[in-house]
C-alpha cells in the first residue's frame, strides 16, 4: 500500500497561482502513474491532470495550458503547478496512483487504487 499526503492548498485570488504536493511513502512508486483529481458537491469527482511513470502527462480539457504536472522519484512527491487561477478551480485535490496505468487510461478515477485525504483549494476574490 502507497500512502499519499497532499499539500499546498489555500485561498487565492483569480489568476494567481498555486503549487500542490503529493507527497508518497511505503510501496516503491516510481513505475506507477498518478494523477490529481478534485471534487466538488456540485460536481462531483473530476479528473485534473496525470502522469506516467516515464514522465508523460495528460490533462483535463479545463486545466490545459493552465496547469503542469511533474514529479519527483527521488523525493517520492508529485507536483501540481496550478497558473490563472478561476473561481470554478475551487474544489478539494486529491492525489492517486495508477499502478496498471497507460496514459490513455490515466483520467479513469477507478483504475487507480490509492488516494490522499485532499487539500482544499479556494479561489474567490
Not at 497561482?17 to 460536481?43: D, K
Not at 517520492?76 to 470554478?88: F, G, I, K, S, V
Amino acid at each position: 500500500q502507497v500512502t499519499l499526503v497532499e499539500s499546498g492548498g489555500a485561498l487565492v485570488q483569480p489568476g494567481g497561482s498555486l503549487i500542490l504536493s503529493c507527497a508518497a511513502s511505503g510501496r516503491t512508486y516510481s513505475n506507477y502513474g498518478m494523477g490529481w483529481f478534485r471534487q466538488t458537491p456540485t460536481n462531483g469527482r473530476e479528473f485534473v491532470g496525470a502522469i506516467n511513470w516515464s514522465g508523460s502527462a495528460t490533462y483535463a480539457d479545463s486545466v490545459k495550458g493552465r496547469f503542469t504536472i511533474s514529479r519527483d522519484r527521488a523525493k517520492a512527491t508529485m507536483y501540481l503547478q496550478m497558473n490563472a487561477l478561476r473561481p470554478e478551480d475551487t474544489a478539494v485535490y486529491y492525489c492517486a496512483t495508477c499502478p496498471r496505468c497507460i496514459i490513455s487510461t490515466l483520467p479513469e478515477a477507478d483504475r487507480y487504487d490509492d488516494w490522499g485525504q485532499g487539500t482544499q483549494v479556494t479561489v474567490s476574490s
